[in-house]
């Protein structure tokens, strides 16, 4: 039997008891864009998930040099509102998209995401238990899989917030549900995480329960391979530690070791492919193009209600 027979009668035996998706199948459908070709003549894809405030050509265009090196095709996922709507509707995006892409790969993907990216790859696999045949690896790169400080609370609850923020907030009953006893790497499925001592962002990063580690996966400090190095938290995306991790974690069984990283990997600041002064030059402007596109999205003045589909146990 071939490994394409083989993977698709694997996924006909999936659970149907799961969340409905209750978008419309055009805007699923329509939030996906892949460069190069997806078949089961080429190896399977990455798709890449953006983080809040951020859609999916901005992502690609960031680490193109580095996908290309990579050698796989890549897709971009654009989330509602540039990834700052509700967390338990743009996890629906991912879900048909890891449909998608394991179908006309014939065989599983891996699913790399950035910072809200990361956490909603989480999501989509504990909820969505058939999607765990369907992800071989999935890679977070900053992710608030904890949450991240809950800064400016009160101006969310004096003039609003977009839903993504009040969610990813430490505390949140959002990350109360989700994270509630469950196994934080369900499935079959590798995991491995990327983080920066100095992400500005999501904190902690160091202690005894960094935020954006899972119990199970395989947790890449960017410092404890590179000594002194500063990476901001946009800057975690295109870091050569990420991109080598993310590397290593698609072309070996299992995540990413950093006892595989190459010798070289902290030679460069930015990942093997990307211009060193057009990658810093883009980072040095990014946080204010994200604040500016978030400026004008939907804002809400409380948390958006979990919806009964987290409460359950899958």
């Known amino acids: 039997m071939t490994v394409a027979a083989v993977f698709t009668a694997v996924v006909a035996t999936a659970p149907a008891k799961e969340p409905p998706l209750t978008v419309a199948p055009s805007r699923l459908a329509g939030a996906l864009t892949c460069y190069g070709d997806v078949s089961g003549r080429r190896p399977p894809p990455i798709l890449v998930v953006p983080g809040t405030g951020s859609d999916g050509s901005q992502v690609y265009a960031l680490g193109k040099g580095a996908f290309e090196a990579i050698g796989r095709s890549v897709c971009a996922l654009s989330l509602p509102d540039r990834a700052t709507a509700d967390l338990q509707v743009s996890v629906q995006y991912l879900v048909h998209a890891i449909r998608v892409l394991s179908r006309r790969a014939e065989r599983p993907i891996a699913v790399a995401g950035i910072s809200q990216g990361g956490l909603l790859a989480r999501v989509a696999l504990t909820y969505w238990p058939s999607l765990r045949t ?48 469950r196994d934080e790497t369900p499935g079959g499925t590798a995991y491995t995480t990327v983080r920066s001592a100095t992400d500005e962002v999501v904190r902690p990063q160091g202690g005894r329960a960094p935020t954006s580690a899972l119990s199970g996966a395989s947790n890449i400090l ?70 500016q596109g978030a400026a004008t999205v939907p804002v809400v003045r409380a948390e958006p209600p979990v919806r009964t589909w987290m409460r359950r146990r899958s």
């Open 222 to 291: 960017i410092q404890d391979v590179c000594p002194g190095r500063t990476t901001s938290h946009i800057g975690t995306a295109v870091d050569s530690v990420t991109i080598a991790a993310l590397d290593d974690a698609v072309t070996h069984r299992g995540p990413a070791r950093a006892s595989r990283l190459p010798g070289d990997v902290c030679t460069h600041p930015y990942g093997t492919g990307l211009d060193e002064q057009r990658t810093g030059e883009f980072l040095a402007i990014a946080g204010e193009v994200l604040r």
């Open 134 to 181: 369907r992800v071989e690896d999935v890679v977070t790169a900053a992710a608030p899989h904890h949450g991240a400080p809950a800064g400016g609370a009160a101006r969310c609850r004096a003039q609003g917030c977009p839903p993504a923020l009040w969610q990813q907030a430490a505390g949140s009953r959002f990350l109360r549900a989700l994270n509630a006893g």
